[in-house]
């Protein structure tokens, strides 16, 4: 397998709607004005309608409708209309069939909503200073699996004899046969987006913890957060794949994020993540209605 096959793969891929693409990069310079993110988003009737439907959600419970876009963006502030503007245009790539990893429709969104929602818990918890992109990256950490798919599904059986006879995690494997995993062709893929670095480092080494220091990592914290929120996300049985429970979780993290590290610690850190999937399904309710 060469990497350039891969990359020409991404660079053929449909990008995210364009006018959220935008959105994203305003809404990262702090200089953009709520006239101007208006007059964008009002731009995509489709993505209007998506947002203010996600805004007068029983999920934010205001007592009257949001009417407009300027309302929305007074009322919610730029952090949120970014998490929520990243959930009205990823939905129509990761809502979709992934036979590779044995996904049936609907099954990596579940899973990246959860991710998300545990994250930006998570991120809360330490005091992390920004919960939405913690919220953002927990969501696109597994996008390289739109990619990396059909390659899978094609050597899933060379895969598992690696993760079997060699004792590697899933992500491991995918390296050792391809060259690369599938967080390292999510951040290609974040790259041809123009996506925030921090994004781009945490979606490539979200399974590679290991590989943080060394390779000179910025956001290690962030990586933190994800990389435990992934492992909670499979503890849990949030639309599990064929590569579920073939990772291997790095405790290391939680000593980055100052969290205790006892098998108890973690157990009672596990019950109230899964207190969290009435959020989890929430959220899938306000996008799938």
Not at 88 to 103: C, M, P, Q, R, T
Not at 121 to 145: H, N, S
Request: glycine share 6%; net charge negative; proline share 2%.
């Amino acid at each position: 397998m060469k990497i350039n096959e891969i990359i020409d793969k991404v660079d053929r891929l449909p990008s995210i709607n364009k006018v959220g693409i935008r959105l994203i990069n305003m809404l990262d310079n702090e200089n953009t004005r709520l006239q101007d993110l208006s007059e964008v988003i009002s731009s995509d009737p489709a993505l209007t309608t998506q947002l203010l439907k996600l805004c007068n959600s029983a999920y934010f419970g205001f007592s009257r409708e949001i009417g407009n876009i300027s309302e929305a963006i007074a009322k919610l502030g730029f952090k949120t209309i970014k998490s929520l503007t990243f959930l009205a245009v990823s939905h129509s790539v990761i809502n979709d069939e992934f036979k590779g990893y044995s996904l049936h429709r609907g099954e990596l969104w579940t899973n990246s909503i959860s991710c998300a929602v545990f994250s930006k818990y998570l991120a809360q918890k330490i005091d992390y200073p920004d919960i939405e992109t913690a919220f953002v990256a927990g969501l696109l950490r597994d996008i390289g699996k739109l990619v990396l798919d059909e390659y899978v599904g094609a050597d899933y059986r060379k895969i598992l004899e690696k993760v079997n006879n060699e004792k590697l995690s899933f992500s491991q494997a995918e390296e050792s046969l391809f060259g690369f995993d599938h967080g390292y062709i999510g951040a290609k893929l974040l790259e041809k987006w123009n996506f925030p670095s921090a994004l781009i480092e945490t979606v490539q080494y979200h399974h590679n913890f290991g590989k943080t220091v060394e390779e000179g990592c910025e956001n290690l914290t962030l990586i933190s957060i994800v990389h435990i929120a992934d492992a909670f996300t499979m503890l849990t049985g949030s639309g599990l794949g064929s590569d579920g429970m073939m990772y291997y979780f790095n405790v290391e993290a939680f000593r980055q994020l100052g969290l205790p590290e006892t098998h108890e610690d973690i157990e009672n850190l596990l019950a109230e993540i899964v207190e969290l999937k009435l959020e989890v399904k929430k959220l899938k309710g306000m996008i799938n209605a």
